[in-house]
């Protein structure tokens, strides 16, 4: 069985104490020679200094070598002259269980012996290396505990992002986690995540718009045509009768057909399922093609549809996600504009080196408060009118969608009542 990692508290808490026992252990070791050496520089001069003083009184009263071995008291010892002991305090030869330091100066004429006790000396190095040895496990015990308490405080702020994380599901995502300081790491961790959340729920609010307005746009057609069938069945038509039913319901069929179409371009697009090809792509032969396909319907409108492109505009595209794009957009001109209007394609390339490609039209043009939103998919300025002409809402949508993915953008122009302007611009050939 594989052992659970210990929590994160746990290992900032072994860490925290162990490095710092590390410290207290060197530190403490550090101090205990450092003050042994010291005492025992001190024991030294202080030898030397009892070696002095019986010597002085050995030479200048040695009579008085009795009353100094009494004032001394710790320190043994003994003053020879050849083999002549001149003096020896009590307890000569220093021996049984006191520990003494013994140091001698001789000359030609005599000897001083000196003993110390070094029981003094050696109890305060034990006491101090007990007080340590006592207090380094105390003061471990402390960085454990308080570690594991500041540990404790520190990641709660991230058991508190968890709990609220854990609640947050599709139909929650207006949940956001706790930021308390957005300046220190997990207030930068929570910020990042709730910019995820509401990118998520951006994307959650748009899916669902969008599934509802698709079944809302599925449905008007459907209904049509059970209406118009249902009144056929209910009395008996001429074989005339029963065509323009007949033609009615294919209208919506058709409507339908053009609407599921252009929904499955969009999924698909949105997945990147579309696969571009991009090459070399003369733009008077595309924006020329795409005129002559729909001149029939300007010229039913008795529009006049004229195109004005310089010779050689080439641009680096996809050629058919483009004409979809360029199409969609004549389309919308020769719809919304009135019988008699004008419609321009205009071809040039633009300072920056790449090209523009403009649909001009005569028509009511787009009010400032709708010219943002008619890139949105089902967005419409006028539902019924677009809805009689055959529109599905989502021509704009997959316009600016063919045109970004050919690394381009689209934008619009417009005088509420003086005619519109698309523009599509693509970048400079790479
Ligand atoms: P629709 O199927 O409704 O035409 P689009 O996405 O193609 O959907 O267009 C969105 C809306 O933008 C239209 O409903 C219409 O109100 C407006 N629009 C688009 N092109 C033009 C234009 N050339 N002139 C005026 N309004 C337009």
């Known amino acids: 069985m594989r052992r659970r990692a210990p929590s994160v508290r746990a290992r900032l808490t072994l860490w925290h104490a162990g490095v710092l026992a590390l410290v207290i252990c060197l530190f403490s070791a550090g101090a205990l020679l450092v003050v042994r050496a010291r005492f025992d520089r001190l024991f030294e001069e202080q030898i030397s200094q009892d070696l002095a003083t019986i010597e002085k009184v050995y030479r200048e009263e040695t009579g008085d070598l009795g009353e100094l071995a009494h004032r001394m008291r710790t320190t043994l010892f003994e003053v020879v002259e050849g083999q002549t002991v001149i ?8 021996a049984g269980r006191t520990p003494y330091r ?9 000897r001083v012996t000196v003993a110390r006790d070094e029981t003094p000396l050696r109890q305060t190095l034990w006491t101090l290396a007990v007080i340590l040895a006592t207090g380094i496990p ?5 960085a454990i505990a308080g570690g594991y308490f500041l540990a404790g405080r520190v990641l709660a702020p991230v058991d508190a992002m968890a709990e609220t994380a854990r609640r947050i599901t599709a139909a929650s995502l207006s949940a956001r986690l706790p930021v308390e300081n957005t300046r220190d790491e997990f207030g930068r961790l929570a910020t990042v995540f709730n910019e995820t959340l509401a990118r998520l729920e951006a994307a959650f609010e748009q899916l669902r718009r969008f599934t509802a307005d698709a079944s809302h746009e599925l449905r008007s057609p459907l209904t049509g045509m059970r209406s118009v069938g249902e009144v056929a069945l209910q009395r008996s038509l001429t074989a005339q009768g029963y065509r323009e039913v007949i033609g009615s319901m294919l209208e919506d069929v058709d409507r339908l057909t053009r609407l599921v179409e252009n929904l499955l371009l969009l999924t698909r697009a949105d997945a990147g399922r579309i696969p571009l090809t991009r090459t070399l792509v003369d733009l008077r032969e595309l924006v020329a093609g795409v005129v002559d396909s729909l001149r029939v319907l ?7 549809l004229t195109i004005d492109v310089a010779p050689r505009v080439m641009a680096e595209c996809d050629a058919g996600v483009l004409r979809q794009g360029v199409t969609n957009l004549l389309y919308n001109a020769i719809k919304y504009t009135p019988n008699k209007g004008e419609i321009r394609v205009v071809v040039t390339p633009t300072e920056s080196g790449g090209v523009s490609i403009e649909v001009r039209d005569t028509g009511p043009g787009i009010a400032a408060a709708h010219r943002e939103r008619i890139f949105e998919r089902f967005y419409r300025v006028d539902d019924a009118r677009s809805r009689e002409s055959g529109g599905t809402g989502l021509g704009l949508a997959i316009a600016r969608w063919a045109v970004e993915a050919n690394g381009g953008r689209i934008e619009v122009q417009s005088d509420e009542g003086h005619g519109s302007v698309f523009r599509i611009v693509l970048p400079r050939r790479s």
């Open 102 to 110: 013994i140091r001698t100066a001789a000359d030609a004429t005599h």
């Open 87 to 94: 003096y020896r305090t009590a307890g000569w030869p220093p």
């Open 138 to 142: 105390c003061a471990i015990g402390l």
């Open 298 to 304: 300007a010229d039913e409108k008795d529009q006049r």
